[in-house]
């Protein structure tokens, strides 16, 4: 099977600017999970999405919003970008039927805010 | 609610000598462990887990780790590491109802060296 993907791989905005980033998980998985991972806080829990729902969610300001198509497909956004959140941002994707499944990771995308 | 610290931020050693990373959690929960591995550049990878039953799990490329309730530990050992070893290691906790999310330690940098 595939792997998940994420692009873009990179990416650089400016401030005030706003962001979306897609994730394609593992054919067959229905959870679709985001991180972001700096190296002053590491990897922080944004959101994860289920079937289209949102079923957690992190501490993050609204300015960090998601969705998930029904294709399990998933995207990211952020508007209004500042300068912290330059980080890298990961998907993961499991099938979450039972609640034990593994996360599988992306490549992830490097953002870039000047 | 979880929280997992990982003690050492960076472990330099030897090609050929043993090395554990150590890892300890805490969660008012029963929980599953994890480890992940990140090589520059790319996302996590899956070392191994923990989710019931024996408490020694071990993954393909020899590293073992052992789950202590007692201690709440989750020490990751290799009893000979290699160059290509040198990454990123990522003690993560979730917990075993529901559909929790990972809370994961800030990592420890393996440096292998000749």
């Known amino acids: 099977k595939a792997g998940v993907t994420q692009t873009p791989r990179y990416l650089i905005k400016t401030r005030g600017q706003q962001v979306t980033l897609s994730c394609s998980p593992i054919s067959g998985h229905r959870s679709v999970s985001w991180y972001q991972q700096t190296p002053g806080q590491g990897l922080q829990f944004l959101f994860e999405y289920f079937s289209e729902t949102q079923r957690n969610k992190g501490n993050f300001p609204g300015r960090f919003s998601g969705r998930q198509f029904s294709n399990s497909r998933s995207e990211m956004n952020v508007s209004t970008l500042e300068l912290g959140d330059s980080a890298l941002y990961l998907c993961a994707s499991s099938s979450r039927e039972t609640g034990t499944d593994t996360q599988y990771f992306g490549p992830g995308t490097r953002l870039t805010v000047l | 609610a979880q929280s997992v610290t990982q003690l050492d931020s960076q472990v330099p050693v030897f090609e050929e000598a043993p090395v554990e990373l150590r890892c300890n959690y805490s969660?008012?929960?029963?929980?599953?462990l994890f480890w992940y591995v990140q090589y520059p550049n790319q996302g996590l990878q899956l070392l191994l887990k923990y989710l019931s039953g024996s408490t020694l799990v071990e993954s393909i490329n020899g590293f073992e780790a052992e789950f202590n309730k007692s201690q709440t530990s989750f020490h990751l050992r290799k009893p000979s590491v290699h160059i290509s070893d040198t990454a990123e290691y990522f003690c993560?906790?979730?917990?075993?109802?529901?559909?929790?999310?990972?809370?994961f330690g800030k990592g420890t940098m393996l440096l292998v060296s000749p």
């Open positions: 969660s008012s929960v029963s929980v599953y």
């Open positions: 993560a906790v979730s917990g075993n109802s529901g559909y929790s999310t990972l809370t």
